[in-house]
């Protein structure tokens, strides 16, 4: 079993039952969240790059509940170096945690933190097998071609993907990963959180009718099961 709760914009939390992890956890700042950062109980924090709407509250969470932080090399240094507890992994890599396994996908973005947007490396996406289930959550990104390799190596039963524009893919680029993804179930998300991102989950859920994916659209705070 793996259960999935969006908590705005890029932020999500699974659990298998046992296991609690968060991904992206933009809480404070973030107009869309409607759960408080002291509210998050979970075991590890995965980040997918440095940017303030991604590492977010990632450490006080980590701090406040002795969780791991699971991030790309330069950005664990960096969280490690803020008194978080860090698990350092790299694009390709893939690794058997706990709860499960988590591997690094290319992400086509940019990645620094902090007031002086210190870099953090590259930024990735994660495919997080757990509770049987495997979840794709490609962090900020632009369309590109290997998400069809990921699509044929990996049986995805649930992807995140953002449709907002103009930071990562839109609407139409994230209906063509799903065509190369060929996920059971897709959510929207990285929309309407500012202006400059206003666009609309319904034309997603549209454009994907007639495919073997389901469009499942989410408000914060609501759950999907894998
Ligand atoms: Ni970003
Ligand atoms: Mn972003």
Same mark, same amino acid.
């Given at each position: 079993?793996?259960?999935?709760t969006?908590?705005g914009?890029?932020c999500v939390m699974?659990?298998?039952?046992?296991n609690n992890?968060?991904i992206?956890?933009?809480l404070?700042?973030?107009?869309q969240a409607?759960?408080?950062?002291?509210?998050?109980k979970?075991n590890?924090?995965l980040?997918?790059h440095?940017?303030?709407?991604?590492?977010?509250?990632?450490?006080?969470i980590a701090?406040a509940?002795?969780?791991?932080?699971?991030?790309?090399?330069?950005?664990?240094v960096?969280v490690?170096?803020?008194?978080?507890k860090?698990h350092?992994?790299?694009?390709g890599?893939?690794y058997?945690?706990p709860?499960?396994?988590?591997?690094l996908?290319?992400?086509?973005?940019?990645?620094?933190?902090?007031?002086?947007?210190?870099?953090t490396?590259n930024?990735?996406?994660?495919?997080i097998t757990?509770?049987?289930?495997?979840m794709?959550?490609?962090?900020?990104t632009?369309?590109f071609y290997?998400?069809?390799?990921?699509g044929?190596m990996?049986?995805?039963?649930?992807?995140?993907?953002?449709i907002?524009?103009?930071f +990562?893919?839109? *609407?139409? /680029?994230?209906v063509? =990963?799903?065509?190369?993804? @060929?996920? %059971?179930k897709?959510?929207?998300?990285h929309?309407? +959180?500012?202006? *400059?991102i /206003?666009?609309?989950? =319904?034309e997603f859920?549209? @454009?994907? %009718?007639?495919?073997k994916?389901?469009a499942?659209?989410?408000?914060p705070?609501?759950?999907?099961?894998?």
């Open positions: 079993m793996l259960k999935a969006f908590l914009h890029s699974a659990t298998d039952g046992n992890i968060i992206d956890p933009f404070t700042g973030n107009p409607n759960m408080k950062p002291e509210d998050v979970v590890w924090v980040v997918t440095g940017h303030g709407d991604h590492l977010g509250d990632a450490v006080p701090k509940n002795d969780a791991t932080i699971i991030a790309p090399n330069e950005l664990a960096y490690a170096k803020e008194g978080a860090a350092n992994m790299h694009i890599g893939a058997n945690f709860f499960g396994r988590v591997k996908t290319i992400a086509h973005h940019g990645s620094a933190a902090g007031d002086g947007l210190e870099y490396g930024p990735c996406g994660f495919l757990m509770g049987g289930k495997t794709y959550h490609p962090g900020d632009g369309l290997d998400m069809k390799l990921i044929e990996n049986d995805i039963d649930l992807a995140f993907l953002p907002g524009d103009n +990562t893919m839109g *609407v139409d /680029d994230a063509k =990963a799903v065509e190369f993804l @060929k996920p %059971k897709a959510v929207p998300i929309y309407k +959180t500012w202006e *400059v /206003d666009t609309e989950p =319904a859920a549209e @454009k994907l %009718k007639g495919s994916t389901e499942v659209i989410l408000k705070g609501e759950s999907v099961e894998a």
